[in-house]
């Protein structure tokens, strides 16, 4: 449709949690958006999806913020006054100043999630206030996929690189293993790029507790597995490629290091155990005859690819899934992708930081065993807390063996009360702390537990650079319309509350001029788009030829380390030197199963990006939150489809409807992630909030662990 003349069409990407980075064109007329459409010029391009679409009922939300709020209730009750920004602003610079003055700058817990990771301003403007302050405690590690981090640092000394989409339709095969990128957004050409795949007579099977919407739509074979239980059937795989002389020799030979340790361990030369099919069946329900199947299908198929999700990697030893994974691929040559990013890499990087302090805080902090460059960029120092296990931090500091005792918590792009393991048991540390600031857009369930909430405007309302040091694609994130009432973008946030600290350096620039003088040093040195194209197309793709395998690689031995000399420096019987399956706590054999005897997943889900577009009635109407049991539990529970129903373990209840399907396996429930942590007086989430029954523990290596709880299902009481 063509634009009448007074409305225009602003291009920008949809810059919200999903990580996909979908091509928007933005109608405005009079300064109010009327309409979304994708932009997108081709098959492969970045083609929005449902959030993207509705993304106009979230900028235009009734219960948008767009007040600065100071709490009246207690904590957590969700009253709260309105106030002016120069109240607020000096209610929050006060509080800084005494929480620093009395117990210093550690004490200070400032979390900043990816809600708009790479774009640029946006994600740095508090930590370089609060570096100019003196330094802050921040959190390390990837909630979403610290397993696969880890094991792709220590194997490959690299970043994560996995496959670029124009990979897989020249694949023959493609292992879906617990990943679901039809639903959940792994990169908006992936879809189309898989649906090529299929076309050209690609097949596919998915590995997955759930019969996904990628398995119906993809697959062709679906084959459930227990959760927890994947590295088991890679060993079983890898031992009847051993055993049947299916491995590449020449590329083993030639590429991986500890080859002979990693046969040892499979063969049972380790712990008297083969790892045979037979063994895996037993530990993950998959019939011994199916993985010997699938082993003689994936050395019997070239290329063929196993393209793993993070979803098993975020379970008690999910580094170890991760690792077996990346095994399998070397021991076959299928290993070829562990070189990262686009060409323009480290310029881009360079240039898009803002120069600033260091992190105070983390001065002279002795380095530890994850302080590795591969590691995610937060890891540099003992100064920091891992990011899943905030609310430990908060509760046990010091006397818990945290580096600080920490008296102000600042939250901004998180929603951290509802989205890290054990809401019930984060909402007792938010009562601990001493001041807690919220910079946000809805009164989320981490908002109600604020002191004061500084409202923030959305992507569409401010000016910023997209631009991963990965490489990919390189964007405006262009203002479409003026922030809706008072809210301000984080930058002007920042800008005002720097004047009340009396920092008076820390930028005095308009987040266009910001940009503008980025995109002319990208131009120039990275040879990137000049503003003005960039500013009419919004977008502009990197090419990436996935390049092969670096070799040598950046590992202790030069080689693909499926014998980590990393690992086995570190001594820690959860990271053994090799790849092996170990028993995750709360399996199908842990004693707690006679309470609790379902093993709960927390899947992603497509009508939202984590707790976002959760309120918006356009999506709601799209999907229910439900539970999802397998009709013979359900009947042994007197279960019936849409019954409201209990679900609950020691550390939490909630009361949902139950959805019967056979699209989950038996003894396997489901509860997507996301939804808003709603407690009755009695403290029963009503509102279908994941965390209230995962755990508050990492993976030895660090990774969140929200695959990985037991739970039990009953009728709720009328
Ligand atoms: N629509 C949508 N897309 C998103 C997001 C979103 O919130 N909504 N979030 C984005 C973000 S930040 C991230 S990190 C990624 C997350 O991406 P993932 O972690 O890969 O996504 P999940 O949906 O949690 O899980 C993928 C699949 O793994 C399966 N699974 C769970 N546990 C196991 C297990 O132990 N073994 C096996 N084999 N399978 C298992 C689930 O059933 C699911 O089908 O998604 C991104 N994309
Ligand atoms: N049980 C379970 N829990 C999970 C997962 C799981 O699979 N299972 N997945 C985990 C994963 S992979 C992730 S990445 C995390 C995500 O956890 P969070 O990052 O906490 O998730 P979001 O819901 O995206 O929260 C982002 C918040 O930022 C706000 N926001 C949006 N734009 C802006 C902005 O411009 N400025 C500011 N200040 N705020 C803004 C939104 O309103 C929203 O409340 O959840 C994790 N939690
Ligand atoms: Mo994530």
Not at 173 to 183: A, D, H, K
Request: hydrophobic share 40%; with cysteine.
């Amino acid at each position: 449709m063509k634009a009448n003349h007074e409305e225009k069409i602003v291009r920008t990407i949809c810059n919200s949690h999903c990580g996909g980075t979908c091509e928007m064109k933005v109608h405005v007329r009079s300064g109010r958006i009327v309409r979304i459409e994708s932009g997108g010029d081709g098959e492969t391009s970045h083609r929005m999806c449902l959030r993207g679409r509705a993304y106009r009922q979230r900028v235009y939300a009734p219960d948008r913020l767009l007040y600065p709020l100071k709490r009246t209730g207690r904590r957590g009750s969700g009253e709260f006054a309105r106030v002016s920004w120069d109240e607020a602003l000096e209610t929050v610079a006060q509080e800084l100043k005494r929480v620093k003055d009395s117990y210093g700058n550690a004490s200070i817990l400032h979390f900043c999630s990816m809600a708009d990771a790479h774009a640029v301003h946006h994600t740095q403007a508090f930590h370089r206030l609060l570096c100019q302050f003196g330094g802050y405690t921040a959190p390390w590690g990837f909630i979403s996929n610290e397993g696969l981090a880890f094991a792709s640092g220590i194997t490959y000394g690299a970043r994560p690189a996995g496959y670029t989409p124009e990979q897989y339709p020249k694949s023959r095969l493609i292992i879906m293993w617990g990943w679901n990128p039809l639903v959940t957004q792994q990169g908006t050409p992936i879809p189309p790029a898989l649906c090529r795949a299929k076309e050209n007579g690609t097949k596919f099977i998915c590995l997955d507790p759930q019969f996904t919407d990628s398995a119906a739509v993809l697959a062709d074979r679906w084959i459930p597995i227990r959760p927890g239980t994947d590295t088991a059937v890679l060993g079983a795989i890898a031992y009847v490629l051993i055993k049947e002389n299916r491995t590449n020799q020449h590329f083993i030979d030639t590429y991986t290091f500890g080859f002979d340790r990693f046969q040892k361990y499979i063969l049972g030369g380790e712990d008297g155990v083969e790892k045979t099919p037979a063994w895996a069946e037993n530990i993950s329900g998959v019939p011994a005859a199916t993985i010997a199947e699938l082993a003689r299908m994936y050395a019997g198929t070239s290329p063929a690819a196993i393209v793993t999700g993070y979803a098993a990697g975020r379970t008690a030893f999910g580094e170890q899934f991760h690792r077996m994974a990346f095994a399998l691929e070397a021991i076959t040559g299928n290993a070829a992708t562990a070189s990262g990013g686009a060409p323009i890499t480290k310029s881009v990087a360079a240039i898009t930081q803002l120069p600033g302090p260091p992190n105070q805080v983390e001065a002279g902090a002795p380095p530890r065993w994850n302080a590795l460059p591969y590691r995610s960029a937060s890891v540099n120092s003992s100064a920091r807390v891992n990011v899943s296990l905030f609310a430990d931090a908060i509760l046990k500091g010091k006397a818990g063996g945290y580096p600080a005792d920490y008296k102000l918590l600042w939250l901004s792009n998180t929603n951290y009360l509802n989205q890290l393991a054990e809401v019930n048991k984060a909402a007792g540390a938010f009562q601990k702390l001493e001041f807690i600031l919220v910079t946000e857009q809805f009164m989320t369930a981490s908002a109600r537990f604020a002191d004061i909430i500084l409202p923030v405007c959305t992507f569409l309302e401010r000016n910023d650079l997209y631009a991963p040091p990965g490489g990919g694609i390189y964007a405006l994130v262009n203002k479409a319309i003026e922030p809706l009432g008072e809210s301000k973008s984080q930058l002007q946030i920042c800008q005002a509350l720097a004047a009340k600290l009396g920092i008076s350096d820390y930028n005095d620039k308009s987040d266009e001029e910001l940009v503008r003088s980025m995109v002319a040093r990208l131009s120039q040195e990275a040879g990137l788009p000049y503003f003005d194209t960039l500013k009419e197309r919004g977008f502009y793709r990197i090419k990436s030829d996935g390049a092969p395998a670096k070799n040598p690689f950046p590992t202790p031995s030069g080689k693909i380390e499926i014998f980590s000399g990393v690992a086995a420096k570190m001594n820690h019987p959860g990271i053994p030197p090799v790849p092996e399956y170990l028993e995750t706590w709360e399996s199908r054999n842990d004693p707690l199963t006679k309470n609790y005897p379902l093993q709960l997943i927390t899947p992603h889900l497509r009508r939202r990006a984590h707790s976002q577009f959760d309120n918006l009635p356009w999506l709601r109407e799209l999907q229910a939150q439900a539970v999802d049991i397998n009709t013979a539990d359900a009947e042994k529970r007197g279960i019936g489809d849409g019954a409201i129903v209990r679900v609950f373990n020691d550390r939490g209840e909630m009361i949902i409807p139950a959805r019967v399907t056979e699209r989950v396996m038996p003894g396997v429930v489901a509860v997507p992630q996301g939804a808003w942590y709603d407690p009755d007086e009695t403290g029963a989430d009503h509102g279908g909030c994941a965390n209230v029954l995962t755990k508050n523990v990492t993976s030895p290596a660090g990774a969140f662990v929200s695959n990985t709880a037991l739970v039990q299902v009953e009728k709720a009481k009328k």
